[in-house]
């Protein structure tokens, strides 16, 4: 079954540094299209990023564009998401998800399963 484990949130200050790791569990994350995303409480998950198979590919959000870069190691199964320049508003819950195999990048939330439980981001002075 696939699974997928997110880590590396915590706490930071505006303008630091976090990166988020998505470690596949049970299976190789070698096909997969991976994507990232976040939520607040209340608001509706938004897609932050996403990498293909290959990590030949990749899209951002606006809000996150030359901030956060995703990237992945195959070898690892795990792909990464990291994030500079950080924000008060870049605080969120952050998931991970597959999106299928060998598929193209896209961020909408409802193409993507096997959703990992999340890692809390928050940035705060």
């Known amino acids: 079954q696939l699974q997928l484990v997110e880590s590396g949130g915590g706490l930071v200050q505006p303008g630091g540094s976090l990166r988020l790791s998505c470690a596949a569990s049970?299976?190789?994350?070698?096909?997969?299209?991976i994507g990232w995303f976040r939520q607040a409480p209340g608001k509706e998950r938004e897609g932050v990023s996403c990498?293909?198979?290959?990590?030949?590919?990749?899209i951002y959000a606006d809000s996150v564009k030359g901030r956060f870069t995703i990237s992945r190691d195959n070898a690892k199964s795990t792909v990464y998401l990291q994030m500079n320049n950080l924000k008060p508003e870049d605080t969120d819950i952050y998931y991970c998800?597959?999106?299928?195999?060998?598929?193209?990048?896209?961020?909408?939330?409802?193409?993507?399963?096997?959703w990992g439980q999340g890692t809390q981001v928050f940035v705060s002075s």
């Open positions: 998800a597959a999106l299928g195999v060998f598929r193209r990048c896209v961020l909408n939330t409802a193409d993507f399963g096997s």
């Open positions: 049970g299976f190789t994350l070698d096909y997969y299209t």
């Open positions: 990498i293909s198979s290959s990590g030949g590919a990749t």
